[in-house]
């Protein structure tokens, strides 16, 4: 398997544009989770699906965050507009939720955004 | 889920053990431990877990106090590249999330 593959793997954009990160999960898992990595935060969940369903989103930072997962094997992270403060490196991570407790997370590359 | 508490950094000489200590005091008894850790510019790997007793595979040995307040992550014979931020998780049965702590900065050294 290929892994969780994550594009683009480096954007730079200027403040106020919308941006689109994507994720392609491990084929067979059942959740996705976005994470976003910073110096001062260090590694945060920004939301979980399970089943292609939100399950918690209280890490989005506000309203300018959305993500979708429209099927099993695609997600997306948008930021509209986006801000410098949001510069980052977003990872995307999968599972498969079977076995309680056991759920071995598997990461992406990351994007490496950087908003000007 | 716990917290868990880790010294921010280590230094381990190459090809000796390097021990990573993790307090979890507040564990619940339906919380698995779990180890990640972080090579630069990475995303996280899963390194091992478990939930009361010893465990080991080929990347490491996770060692669990019989409380199972504490537990110690053995990377029997460190390299180089074993050089990464490490990860601790303490986690609920049935739950999605995985809160990541700051980690232990490793540095394995020639």
């Known amino acids: 398997d290929a892994g969780v593959i994550q594009s683009p793997r480096h954007e730079v954009t200027e403040m106020g544009q919308e941006v689109t990160l994507r994720c392609k999960p491990i084929?067979?898992?059942?959740?996705l989770f976005w994470y976003r990595q910073t110096m001062m935060r260090g590694l945060e969940l920004l939301i979980y699906f399970n089943n292609n369903v939100p399950i918690d989103d209280s890490g989005m930072p506000e309203d300018r965050f959305s993500a979708k997962m429209p099927n099993a094997s695609f997600s997306t992270l948008k930021i509209q507009p986006s801000e410098p403060r949001d510069s980052a490196v977003y990872f995307c991570a999968s599972s498969l939720r079977a076995d309680r407790g056991r759920e071995k997370l598997f990461f992406g590359s990351g994007t490496q955004l950087s908003v000007l | 889920d716990a917290k868990t508490t880790q010294p921010p950094s280590m230094d381990c000489a190459e090809g000796r053990a390097a021990n990573l200590p993790c307090n979890h005091s507040?564990?619940?008894?339906?919380?698995?431990v779990y180890w990640y850790r972080q090579i630069h510019s990475q995303g996280p790997q899963y390194i091992i877990h478990?939930?009361?007793n010893n465990e080991t595979n080929e990347m490491a040995s996770l060692i669990i106090t019989e409380d199972r307040k504490s537990s110690t992550l053995i990377l029997p014979h460190a390299t180089l590249r074993d050089t990464a931020v490490y990860y601790c998780i303490v986690r609920v049965t049935n739950a999605g999330k995985s809160t990541f702590g700051d980690g232990t900065t490793l540095t394995v050294k020639p």
């Open positions: 478990g939930l009361k």
């Open positions: 084929s067979g898992h059942n959740s």
């Open positions: 507040t564990i619940s008894g339906n919380e698995y």
